[in-house]
């Protein structure tokens, strides 16, 4: 079955880094785009990045990320990561990993991340 596990997830210093991974299995995870969301107590869950199949690269659309958010893959690995500098306090949230198969949405638990001195 399909599985999605992400980790890297911790404390951290304002103006840190982290880098996340979100390891996947149970499809075709090469021809899969991925997806990095998070969400925050009483909001929505938002979309972060989209990290693309066939080496479509990756999109990151959070509009405070977008100078300081990463996302790439290894097809070898079945991983997807989110590298993440100059972390601010607002980045805190845990941070999920997704992707869609056949209109499925699957999830993997999240992994927090928290952004505070």
């Known amino acids: 079955q399909v599985q999605i596990v992400e980790s890297g997830g911790g404390l951290v210093q304002p103006g840190g880094f982290l880098r996340l991974s979100c390891a996947a299995s149970?499809?075709?995870?090469?021809?899969?785009?991925m997806r990095w969301y998070r969400q925050t107590p009483g909001k929505e869950r938002e979309l972060v990045a989209v990290v693309f199949s066939g080496g479509g690269g990756a999109l990151i659309y959070t509009d405070v990320g977008k100078d300081r958010f990463t996302g790439w893959r290894d097809d070898a690995k079945n991983t997807v990561y989110l590298q993440m500098r100059s972390l601010k306090p607002e980045d805190t949230a845990v941070y999920y990993c997704?992707?869609?198969?056949?209109?499925?949405?699957?999830w993997g638990q999240g992994t927090q991340v928290t952004v505070s001195s």
């Open positions: 997704n992707t869609i198969i056949n209109d499925v949405n699957y």
């Open positions: 149970g499809f075709t995870f090469r021809t899969s785009d």
